[in-house]
Nanobody, 127 residues
Framework: QVQLVESGGGLVQAGGSLRLSCAAS????????MGWFRQAPGKERDFVAA?????????YYADSVQGRFSISRDNAKNMVYLQMNSLKPEDTAVYYC???????????????????WGQGTQVTVSS
């Protein structure tokens, strides 16, 4: 129903920054709560951040990224972003864009899940 394509991953040194982008298809992007999850090798997929539908006035973050990462959206461009600053080696993972027409951003945060997923983009942070 909705397609998500992530970009912007790469290899950076600890303390550096990256901005991930997620492009969404369709005319109803503003109706979806959006989020970012990540999966490190040998680990389960974990919640990173979420943003509310429409105006995106409410955001949620995992404790591990609070104060370092910032999620935002641009409904006119069908885009969601994850600005990552002060990166740490433990941030190394495949990052997935997520969308949900029915879950709120709060429930995406509480339930640690979403209905739609992108293909993922690799982020590697060296020490």
């Amino acid at each position: 129903q909705v397609q998500l394509v992530e970009s912007g991953g790469g290899l950076v040194q600890a303390g550096g920054s990256l901005r991930l982008s997620c492009a969404a298809s369709g005319r109803t992007f503003s109706l979806y709560a959006m989020g970012w999850f990540r999966q490190a090798p040998g680990k389960e997929r974990d919640f990173v951040a979420a943003i509310s539908w429409s105006g995106g006035s409410t955001t949620y973050y995992a404790d591990s990224v609070q104060g370092r990462f910032s999620i935002s959206r641009d409904n006119a461009k069908n885009m969601v972003y994850l600005q990552m600053n002060s990166l740490k080696p433990e941030d190394t993972a495949v990052y997935y864009c997520a969308a949900d027409r029915f879950r709120t951003a709060q429930n995406m945060y509480v339930q640690r899940n979403a209905n739609h997923w992108g293909q993922g983009t690799q982020v590697t942070v060296s020490s």
